[in-house]
């Protein structure tokens, strides 16, 4: 299980971003990071928290390293206070080198922070200037070089078909990947409503990205230099190098582990059945917390049908849906419930069954995406 206060702020934002966050300018850090250790305190309290154990700190957002080194460790400190915690756990950090000093990066790997989260993006200027990323290329990189020369684990969030990225503006940027030698996660540009590239778009004042051909090059690319360059695929978005990774990925537990997020606007929070997202407005939140209440928005408990549909979306993460699992749970194989969703995606080549589990193709790979949707409730009117 993952344990995961999330920082929703950040110093300036990012034209693709749809993610809920507020700007510095906007807030007090100290009343919010009261509020969150309250939220943290009343989960904490639960029966169900009680007999938990987590696995893995992850401070994320938003940028948590807006916060001073101190502040951070202070709420790692906290977490480990209230919490049961694994022998063997690991702390992760979410920072942007815009707001992340050598000197924080520093006292994070003393104190004992395993791996560092950076939106590095793209590493062509040009393109960070469009998509209003206030760093250089050269920031990122030695705040990157900085922290591996320190021992830790870093892994990068990489854009794709971003409006005006050449192929080999792309290809650049994954060999400077491979060469800080980071583990990668790739995210294909989603344009959002709502969000500054939207509007820019909209307005002319940038192109629209590549179509779908487009970013299915971009991905194969990324697939192709990633792998011969030693990386394995996981995960919905990963590219990594370290086999225990792989291995000890909290996401291996699917859909039935957990990951308790907290702060405002956190998203994809589940414990078993539970499924909850919380309030985004920041004074919101924090009115709310300190009224003695969850800041919970969005709250479903899935029924069994709503569980073998998730369990199905292992294939989505890459991994392999056990037949004697899925017996053991629901008292039916998934060839008893989604017999023409797995006959037509075995059919196209996408997923391989056999008498343990159902795994997806190295051509589903590409369309792991669709190959969810496939399970999902169809839509009526
Ligand atoms: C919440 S952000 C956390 C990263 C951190 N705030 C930073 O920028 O360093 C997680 C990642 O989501 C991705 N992301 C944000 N907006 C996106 C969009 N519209 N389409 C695709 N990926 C997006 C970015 O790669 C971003 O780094
Ligand atoms: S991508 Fe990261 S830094 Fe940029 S606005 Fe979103 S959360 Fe903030």
Not at 88 to 100: D, P, W
Not at 234 to 244: I, K, Q, Y
Not at 341 to 368: A, C, M, S
């Amino acid at each position: 299980m993952e344990l995961q206060p999330w920082i929703s702020i950040c110093d300036s934002r990012c034209a693709f971003c749809y993610f809920p966050t507020t700007a510095t300018t906007k807030i007090r850090i100290e009343p919010y990071l009261e509020a969150l250790k309250k939220e943290l305190e009343m989960y904490a309290g639960t029966r169900y928290v009680k007999t938990s154990v987590f696995d893995e700190i992850v401070l994320g957002g938003g940028t948590p390293s807006v916060l001073s080194a101190e502040q951070m460790i202070d709420l790692i400190d906290f977490c480990k206070a209230r919490f049961n915690i694994n022998d063997e756990y690991f702390i992760k950090v979410t920072g942007s080198s815009k707001t992340l000093a050598l000197s924080k990066i520093d006292k994070l790997a003393e104190y004992g922070v395993y791996q560092m989260d950076m939106g590095a993006q793209t590493f062509d200027d040009k393109l960070r200037k469009m998509m209003c990323l206030p760093d250089s290329a050269a920031d990122v990189e030695k705040a990157i070089r900085h922290a591996r020369k320190l021992g830790l684990c870093v892994c990068v969030d990489l854009m794709y078909n971003l409006p005006g990225q050449t192929m080999e503006s792309w290809i650049n940027t994954l060999k400077k990947a491979i060469e800080l030698d980071v583990e990668v996660d790739t995210y294909s540009l989603h344009v959002d409503p709502g969000t500054l590239l939207e509007k820019m778009i909209k307005t002319g004042k940038s192109p629209p990205p590549g179509d779908a051909e487009y970013e299915k090059q971009m991905y194969l690319t990324a697939y192709r230099m990633l792998t011969e360059a030693g990386y394995k695929a996981v995960g919905h978005d990963r590219f990594s190098r370290v086999e225990w990774h792989m291995r000890e990925n909290c996401l291996n537990g699917w859909p039935w582990g957990g990951i308790l997020t907290t702060g405002a606007g956190c998203f994809m929070g589940y414990l078993q059945r539970f499924s909850y997202s919380n309030i985004e407005d920041i004074n919101q939140y924090m009115k709310t917390v300190n009224s003695g209440k969850l800041p919970i928005s969005r709250l479903s408990e899935s029924t069994d049908e709503d569980m073998m549909r998730r369990e199905m979306t292992r294939l989505y993460l890459r991994l392999p849906v056990s037949k004697t699992e899925f017996m053991e749970r629901f008292g039916k194989l998934p060839e008893d419930v989604f017999p023409q969703q797995l006959k037509r995606l075995k059919e196209k080549g996408l997923i391989e069954i056999d008498d343990r589990e159902i795994r997806i193709t190295k051509q589903g790979e590409v369309w792991k995406g669709n190959i969810a949707w496939e399970f999902a409730p169809k839509q009526t009117g």
